[in-house]
Each structure stands twice: as structure tokens, then as C-alpha cells.
């Protein structure tokens, strides 16, 4: 019996499908009723836009019609398939991860229950675009909606209507459900969904072990310097920001995926700043403290401590937004030179085309933000899992299959580790951030934005830039970063790099994965740029390290301050510090 596949032999009855197949249109008919109340109810708002007069039916009609006609072909391929039109899978369907296993598609009943749940999901998404007479924002954030209902009913993420969930019942003798509700309670209990495998991952130990000290403590960061591995490093040295809505350690990862070891093993003298996770001591923090207290204080630290004029200086994310603004406010006061150059890892400083994170900055989610920082900050596992809702497939209904439904081991991924491991925000700033940059986008206009008293303008930037964006990035689209080569007026190298967020920033050249794309010559937009772009297989940090060598290749013995705490600032203890370990 545990050897037998659930559904074996079993074949489809009429009354079965028929049933099924009313659920199905009752589901689409309920959908387009609830799109039509919302827009009647939009009509009776003040500053709401009315309904078209007369409202034309037309394409609620024939989405209706699409629907039904595309149940009648699914009806007739399961009860007489010798006389029904063949069936083609589009190569999204085909390539779904959720239904690889081969009992999706052997068993006729649950073959039949993943060709409804995508002929659902087809036209729920059909649905929301022929609907009519609301608002451009409002009806991105129906269908932002619907695609995660869709997500969400998916069969894989239901015991009877997941034959691997069955199947593992039966062989385990119920023991996998068991597991399953255990992993779920412990995850109901600490109020955040596990990725990793608890306790695979120690700071210190196997994950940000890049040798170094921390060399200066504020109520804002710490400063990590690097213990450099070569005889000689740069004259210039290399200060990193990463984003404080994450720990720093996403570019120290295990040692042969540290971007931080990499850089100090290409001869850089590398410092990395690691932000302080936020508590009620920070609860009058904005974006000008990161700014002056943060990046230019950090600038001027290490400038100080190895008697150099300039840094190179890269900002991952939000951290790259802040760092352009640092750049502005440098030159209107006539201290760019303070910056050799500039590194940009998935930034936005242009919010026109930044993806979905704009559909959660309208007064409602402003208010929810608000309302969930009583002390002062917002607590991380709320940007975590809004996070998570961009990439709800992967990031959520993954692990609930696998590691409630299945109740699998969880992987020891350090990458998802690091995902797991939140980070508290000043609600100030973040709440500041959202609406003056994401939602007003302020920092695009010149001088809408004030950092310390002083008006900012992005077009007076001249530091040489190198900007990176990730193809597949959902948090800061390719299109969105590319928008940088539109305000910044210095020499600018723009490299698109495959994958997305994370993996297309750490992707090491040991690895040999994915790809990136460069172009010599201009190119008035991203699409233009892909056209004529060419195609470098692998990782693109060695183009980074070569066109920094271009700016400054001069070399000085790493002695003296160059070693951590042997120059004015003396080590406080050892990487990777106290802030990235405070909960």
C-alpha cells in the first residue's frame, strides 16, 4: 500500500468534473461581481472616479465567455480525449517548479486539478484587465492581489489536493504530518517563517569570518576593517555600506561566497560598515543622520585613519540610495573629492518605475506602519515579510508545502539564513523614506530634498559610478536603477548582471554561474543597451576590479594603520562586532 500512487488507475467521473467545473465558474463569476461592487463603491467616494457612463460590459462579458469556452476544451480532453484539441502548455506552465513531480501529469485526477488551477488563474488574471473605469495604481494593486490568491489556492499548498503531501502521509504513516505541524507551530510561535535549518549557521563560525577588527563604535554603526592578505593593497581604500534593513553579512557570507573576502584577496584595504538594528534610543533617526552621521562620518573616519584624501565607496540598496545623496550633499559643499568613486549594488534614486514595493506606500500601509511601531522603530519581521509577499512562490508557499504540508528537513542555506536574520528601522525614517522617495519621489527633482539644511541635486554629481542592477530583480528593477544613468553627470559604467537582488550582487567568479552584460557604447535607454550589449558568462566582479584599477591603480606596502587597529583607531574586538549579533 505505501509503494501504491494516490489516484492510481483512477479515472475522472463526469459528475466529478462537473462539479469542479461549476466551483471554477462560480469562482470566476464571485471575482468579476466582487471587481464590479468595488468600482460601483469607488464611484460614491469623494476624489474616487465614477464609473464610466454608460459602463460598458463588453470585456467583463467576454473574459466570462474566454473562461467558459476554455473549461468546455479542459471538459473534453479528460472524458473523450481521442476527439479533443491537443493541449499546449505555455513554456510558464511547462516550467512551473510546483508541479515538476510526475504525478501531476500520470494521474488523470490530479492532472486534471493542476490544468483547472491554471485555467483559473489565467482568467482571474484576465479578469482584473478588463476591468474598467478604476484608477492605473488601484488596479495594479488588484491584480498584485489576485496573482497572490492565485498563489496562495494553489493545489501544492493543500494535503488532499497535493498527491506528494499523500503520498508521504501514507509511507510515513502520518509521521510527515506530524513534523509538518510542528515546524508550523514553531513558526507560529516566534512569529516569523523559517528558511534555513536552525542552528546550520553561526556568526563567527562558518558565516562572516572574513578576518578583521572593529575599529569604531557610534550610536549608528560600527566600522570593520579587514585584515589585508596581500603585501600591498590600494593607496585608496574601500568603504562599503550595505543596506541597514539587512545585516552586513550578506557580503561575508560562507568564505567562498564573501564579496568582503574577495575584495580584500584583489589587494583592497576594505572597511564595511555594520548598522545598528534599531530600539527605542533611535527612535528620532531620518535619512539625514544616515547620511552625516552615517556614510560621511565613515568616509571621513577612514579618510582620517589612513591619511588618504579620497575612498572608493560602494552602496548595496538602500544604502546606495542614501550613498547618491551623499555624493549631492558632498558637492554643494565642494567636498566631492572626498570620493574617488562610487559603486551602486541594486540602487534606486529614481522611484518612477521601482516595481511593486510602490504599491505599499499608499495611507493605508503608511498608517499600518505607524501603527506598528509604538516604541519608535518598526519591528523587521514586517519589511521581512513584505519582502516575501513580492516573491510569495518561492519565498512562503515553498515552505509551506515542503516543510508543513511534507514536513521535510529544513536545507542549510546560508543565503536564506541571512534572509531570516531581521533588522528593526527607525520608523521616522522609514516611514519619511517611503513617502519622499518611493511615493513622492523627491530625489529625482532637484532640490525637493534637503539633507542637513542643504538642497540636493543628483545632476551635479560628477564622481565616476559604476552601477550594477540584476535582470530578475524584484525589489529594484533593472529598468528602475537604470534610471540613474539619467541624473548622475560624471563617466558612468552601467553592467547587468543575471539573477536578481542577492544572488546577482554576490555571485562569485569561483562560482562560473549566470552572466552579465555590458555596453561600450551609449545607450538612451535600458532597452537599447540590451540590444546592443554584449554577453560576459560568469561574474562580473572582475570587471569591477579592473575599472576601479583604472581610476587608481597605485599600490602602498600594508603595514602601519593599514592592519586593523594598529594606527589611532585600536581595535574594540573582533569582526564580525556586536551590532550584527544584537536581536
Request: proline share 7%; with cysteine; aromatic share 10%.
Amino acid at each position: 500500500m505505501a509503494d501504491q500512487k494516490i489516484g492510481e488507475a483512477a479515472t475522472p467521473r463526469l459528475e466529478d468534473l462537473q462539479h469542479w467545473t461549476w466551483v471554477m465558474g462560480r469562482m470566476q463569476q464571485m471575482m468579476m461581481e466582487h471587481g464590479l461592487d468595488m468600482m460601483q463603491a469607488a464611484g460614491g467616494k469623494p476624489g474616487s472616479a465614477a464609473l464610466p457612463a454608460p459602463f460598458d460590459p463588453t470585456p467583463a462579458i467576454r473574459a466570462t465567455a474566454g473562461f467558459w469556452a476554455d473549461t468546455m476544451k479542459l471538459w473534453q480532453r479528460f472524458l473523450d480525449p481521442a476527439r479533443a484539441e491537443p493541449a499546449t502548455e505555455p513554456p510558464e506552465q511547462a516550467g512551473d517548479r510546483r508541479f515538476k513531480a510526475p504525478q501531476w501529469r500520470e494521474d488523470p485526477v490530479f492532472d486534471f486539478i493542476r490544468q483547472s488551477y491554471f485555467l483559473i488563474a489565467d482568467h482571474l488574471v484576465k479578469g482584473v484587465d478588463a476591468i474598467e473605469g478604476v484608477d492605473p495604481r488601484q488596479k495594479e494593486q488588484i491584480r498584485f492581489a489576485t496573482r497572490g490568491f492565485i498563489d496562495a489556492m494553489s493545489p501544492t499548498n493543500f494535503p488532499a489536493t497535493n498527491p506528494l503531501v499523500l503520498e508521504k502521509a501514507i509511507e510515513t504513516k502520518g509521521e510527515s504530518l506530524l513534523k509538518g505541524l510542528q515546524n508550523m507551530l514553531a513558526d507560529l510561535s516566534k512569529g516569523q517563517m523559517t528558511q534555513a535549518a536552525p542552528g546550520a549557521f553561526e556568526l563567527g563560525r562558518n558565516i562572516a569570518i572574513t578576518p578583521g577588527k572593529v575599529v569604531k563604535r557610534t550610536p549608528l554603526y560600527e566600522l570593520i576593517h579587514y585584515a589585508p592578505t596581500t603585501k600591498q593593497v590600494g593607496r585608496i581604500p574601500l568603504v562599503i555600506f550595505p543596506p541597514w534593513i539587512n545585516r552586513f553579512y550578506i557580503l561575508d557570507l560562507t568564505p567562498e561566497k564573501s564579496f568582503v573576502r574577495w575584495a580584500v584577496d584583489q589587494g583592497l584595504s576594505v572597511f564595511v560598515v555594520s548598522w545598528k538594528s534599531a530600539d527605542a534610543s533611535m527612535k528620532d533617526v531620518v535619512w539625514d543622520d544616515y547620511v552625516e552621521r552615517g556614510q560621511i562620518d565613515a568616509i571621513d573616519t577612514v579618510r582620517e585613519l589612513l591619511d588618504v584624501p579620497a575612498v572608493h565607496a560602494i552602496g548595496y540598496c538602500v544604502a546606495g540610495t542614501t550613498l547618491a545623496a551623499t555624493l549631492a550633499l558632498l558637492t554643494a559643499r565642494g567636498q566631492a573629492d572626498k570620493v574617488a568613486s562610487a559603486t551602486f549594488f541594486t540602487a534606486q534614486v529614481d522611484f518612477t518605475r521601482a516595481g511593486d514595493l510602490n504599491l505599499f506606500v499608499d495611507d493605508d500601509q503608511m498608517a499600518l506602519i505607524q501603527s506598528l511601531s509604538p516604541d519608535g522603530f518598526l519591528d523587521g519581521r514586517y519589511m521581512a515579510a513584505t519582502f516575501n509577499l513580492l516573491r510569495g512562490r518561492d519565498l512562503i508557499w515553498n515552505y509551506v508545502a515542503n516543510n508543513y504540508l511534507m514536513g521535510a528537513d529544513y536545507a542549510p542555506f546560508d543565503l536564506l539564513h541571512w534572509n531570516s536574520d531581521v533588522t528593526n528601522l527607525p520608523s521616522r525614517w522609514h516611514q519619511s523614506y517611503l513617502a519622499d522617495l518611493y511615493r513622492d519621489n523627491k530625489l529625482a527633482t532637484p532640490g525637493a530634498i534637503r539633507v542637513a539644511g542643504t538642497p540636493i541635486d543628483l545632476r551635479c554629481v560628477k564622481t565616476p559610478a559604476y552601477v550594477q542592477a540584476g535582470r530578475e530583480d524584484h525589489i529594484a528593477p533593472a529598468e528602475s536603477v537604470w534610471k540613474i544613468t539619467d541624473h548622475f553627470a560624471g563617466p558612468l559604467r552601467f553592467v547587468l548582471a543575471g539573477s536578481g537582488h542577492i544572488a546577482g550582487v554576490v555571485n562569485p567568479p569561483a562560482a562560473g554561474k549566470y552572466q552579465y552584460w555590458t555596453h561600450e557604447g551609449t545607450a538612451p535607454s535600458l532597452a537599447d543597451f540590451i540590444a546592443g550589449a554584449t554577453e560576459t558568462k560568469g561574474s562580473w566582479w572582475p570587471d569591477w576590479r579592473r575599472w576601479l584599477t583604472e581610476i587608481d591603480a597605485e599600490a602602498v606596502p600594508a603595514r602601519g594603520a593599514r592592519m586593523p587597529g594598529k594606527g589611532r583607531l585600536k581595535a574594540i574586538e573582533d569582526a564580525p562586532g556586536l551590532y550584527v549579533r544584537t536581536r
